[in-house]
C-alpha cells in the first residue's frame, strides 16, 4: 500500500544553519507533496508545496525539490531562526482523495 | 476568508459514549477530509467528503463515521468510544476542483478525551 517515510525525527540546528528534511513515498502515481509545520497546539499549516511537473520550489527561506524518479522529496529551510521551531510533516496525494502523512520531524533551533 | 472551523475545542467522554463533531470548511471548499492525530501514530486518515459524498476510507473500524452536508459542512461520528480513540480530530478543507484542487487546510482540531 501507499507509505511515506519520513526523516530525521528529530533535528537540532543552530540558529542561521540550515535544515533539511527528507521523505520517501512508493506510489508512483503521487502527484502533489505538501509540507506542514505545526506548532505546539496548533494546527498544521501549509507552508510549500510542489507538484509532480516540478522539479524545485522556493519561497523566501524555503524550499522543497522532487525527484520522481527516487520518489523522494526534500524540505530545505536556510538561515533558520527560533520561529522555525516546530514539528514539520511532509504528506503525499496521489489522486485517489486521501493524503498520506509522515511521522513527523521535530525541528529544534538553538539561539 | 474565514479559515476551517470545528466544534467543539475539547471534549470529555467515557468508554462506550458516541460522540459527534463538527468541522466547517472554508467557503467555496467542497472537499473535508477527516484525520486523528496522535503522538505515536501521527496523522492518520479518516475519511474525505465530497459534495456529500464519501470518496475514500482511511483504515478504521466502523465505529467511525462521517457525513457530509448540502453547505458542505461535515460532521463525524464515533460510537462506543475506547480509550484509544482518545486523540485530537482534525479536519481539513479543499477547494476540490480548479488549479489549487488539492491544497489542503486544516481546523484547529477537537481534542477528544476518553476516560
Known amino acids: 500500500g501507499e507509505n511515506v517515510e519520513q526523516h530525521p525525527s528529530t533535528l537540532s540546528v543552530q540558529e542561521g544553519d540550515s535544515a533539511v528534511i527528507k521523505c520517501t513515498y512508493s506510489d508512483s502515481a503521487s502527484n502533489y507533496f505538501p509540507w506542514y509545520k505545526q506548532e505546539l497546539g496548533k494546527r498544521p499549516q501549509l507552508i510549500i508545496d510542489i507538484r509532480s511537473n516540478v522539479g524545485e520550489k522556493k519561497d523566501q527561506r524555503i524550499a522543497v525539490t522532487l525527484n520522481k524518479t527516487a520518489k523522494h522529496f526534500s524540505l530545505h529551510i536556510t538561515e533558520t531562526q527560533p520561529e522555525d521551531s516546530a514539528v514539520y510533516f511532509c504528506?503525499?496525494?496521489?489522486?485517489?482523495?486521501?493524503?498520506?502523512f509522515g511521522t513527523g520531524t521535530r525541528l529544534k533551533v538553538l539561539a | 476568508k474565514a479559515g476551517v472551523t470545528q466544534t467543539p475545542r475539547y471534549l470529555i467522554k467515557t468508554r462506550g459514549q458516541q460522540v459527534t463533531l463538527s468541522c466547517s470548511p472554508i467557503?467555496?471548499?467542497?472537499?473535508v477530509s477527516w484525520y486523528q492525530q496522535t503522538p505515536g501514530q501521527g496523522l492518520q486518515f479518516l475519511f474525505e467528503y465530497f459534495s456529500e459524498t464519501q470518496r475514500n476510507k482511511g483504515n478504521f473500524p466502523g465505529r467511525f463515521s462521517g457525513r457530509q452536508f448540502s453547505n458542505s459542512r461535515s460532521e463525524m461520528n464515533v460510537s462506543t468510544l475506547e480509550l484509544g480513540d482518545s486523540a485530537l480530530y482534525l479536519c481539513a478543507s479543499r477547494h476540490g476542483v480548479g488549479a489549487t484542487y488539492n491544497e489542503q487546510f486544516f481546523g484547529p482540531g477537537t481534542r477528544l478525551t476518553v476516560l
Open positions: 467557503s467555496g471548499h467542497r472537499s
Open positions: 504528506a503525499v496525494n496521489s489522486g485517489t482523495y486521501k493524503y498520506i
